[in-house]
C-alpha cells in the first residue's frame, strides 16, 4: 500500500482531503500539535517515521495581517519548512506536493497570471509563501507547486464565505472591497484536482502511478501549476453571490444593503494585489478537465455547509 502524508490534516483544505485520497493510499494526517512545523527537527523525525511515498504540504502560516508582525513565525512555517519537507522528499525519492498562493504577485497585471510570470509579493505572508516555493524547487527534484487563491471551505475555522454568512445573519448593511479582484475556490474542487495530481505523478519508488485508474492516461509532469475555480470576480460582487445563494437554501440573511468600498477605505496592516487571477490554463491541459466554476463551487460549499447544522 502506498503512503501520503498530509500536513494541516486539520485545516479547512486539510480537513476535505483524506476521504478523497484514501481510495489512492494510505494517508497519514498531521496537525500542528502532532507536527510543529516551526521546529525543524520535528518536520525530519516525523517523515522519517512515516516513509511517504508522496507529501502533500497543506499546512500553511495563513494569517496574511498578523504575518507583517508576526514575520519569523511566517516565514519558519511558510518557507523553512517546505524546504526541510523537500529536502527530506528527496531523500526518500518522495514527491511532494505543495500548496501555494496567488499573493506571491503583486497584482499589477490586467490578465491572469500564468506560472511563467514573475512573482514580486507585496505583503509578508506572500514573502514567505515565495521562499517556500524557491526551497521546494531547488531541493526536491519531483516536485508540485500548486499556487491557488481565496480558499475557502465547510470545514476549518474562517474564511471569507463564513465570515460574510455570520456578519449577514447579524447586520442590515456590510460595506466589502469592490477593487481586489480574484477566483475564490472552494477547498471541494481544490481537493479533488490534488487528488488527481497525486493519482497521476509517476512514482519512481515504486516504479508506477499510484493510480487505480486503469483506464486514465495522465501524466502530471514536475513544475508549477496555478489551480483556482474558473471565472474571476471582486470581493463584494461575490458577498453578493454568497448571500443570493445562502437566502435559496435557508441560512438566516438579514443583510439589506452591501456597499461597495475601496481598498483605500478599508486600510489594513497588509497590502492585497488588486487583481490576482490565476490562468487555469496549464492544469486544465494537465488534468484534462476544466477545474467548475467559482458559483458552482460556492453552491456545493453552501450546501454541505447547510447539512452540517
Not at 474564511?159 to 445573519?169: E, S, Y
Not at 490562468?279 to 447547510?306: E, N
Request: with cysteine.
Amino acid at each position: 500500500m502506498k503512503r501520503i502524508l498530509l500536513t494541516g490534516i486539520t485545516g479547512q483544505l486539510g480537513q476535505q482531503l483524506p476521504g478523497i485520497l484514501e481510495p489512492l493510499a494510505e494517508v497519514t494526517g498531521v496537525d500542528r500539535q502532532s507536527l510543529d512545523l516551526a521546529q525543524p527537527e520535528e518536520i525530519r523525525k516525523v517523515i522519517s517515521e512515516v516513509k511517504p511515498d508522496l507529501i502533500i504540504n497543506a499546512a500553511a502560516y495563513t494569517a496574511v495581517d498578523k504575518a507583517e508582525t508576526e514575520t519569523e513565525l511566517a516565514k519558519a512555517i511558510n518557507g523553512i519548512a517546505p524546504t526541510i519537507i523537500a529536502e527530506e522528499a528527496q531523500q526518500l525519492g518522495a514527491s511532494l506536493i505543495h500548496i501555494s498562493t496567488d499573493y506571491v504577485f503583486d497584482g499589477r497585471k490586467n490578465t491572469p497570471y500564468t506560472e511563467e510570470d514573475t512573482p514580486n509579493p507585496i505583503n509578508a505572508y506572500g514573502q514567505s509563501k515565495l521562499l517556500g516555493e524557491e526551497g521546494v524547487r531547488q531541493k526536491c527534484e519531483r516536485h508540485i507547486i500548486l499556487r491557488t487563491a481565496w480558499v475557502y471551505g465547510a470545514y476549518g475555522k474562517g474564511n471569507f464565505v463564513k465570515t460574510m454568512l455570520r456578519l449577514g445573519a447579524e447586520r442590515e448593511e456590510l460595506r466589502v472591497v469592490v477593487d481586489q479582484v480574484g477566483g475564490p475556490t472552494w477547498t471541494g474542487d481544490l481537493a479533488q484536482g490534488i487528488a488527481m495530481i497525486a493519482a497521476n505523478l509517476p512514482n519512481p519508488r515504486l516504479g508506477e502511478s499510484i493510480n487505480l485508474d486503469q483506464d486514465a492516461k495522465l501524466n502530471v509532469s514536475t513544475g508549477t501549476y496555478h489551480f483556482t475555480n474558473s471565472g474571476a470576480i471582486s470581493w463584494y460582487d461575490f458577498a453578493i453571490a454568497i448571500f443570493e445563494e445562502a437566502q435559496l437554501l435557508g441560512f438566516p440573511v438579514k443583510v439589506k444593503h452591501v456597499v461597495p468600498i475601496t481598498t483605500t477605505e478599508y486600510p489594513t496592516p497588509a497590502k492585497r494585489p488588486a487583481y490576482s487571477v490565476l490562468s487555469g490554463k496549464k492544469i486544465s491541459v494537465a488534468l484534462g478537465t476544466h477545474p467548475p466554476h467559482w458559483r458552482q463551487g460556492l453552491r456545493q460549499m453552501l450546501k454541505q455547509l447547510y447539512s452540517q447544522q
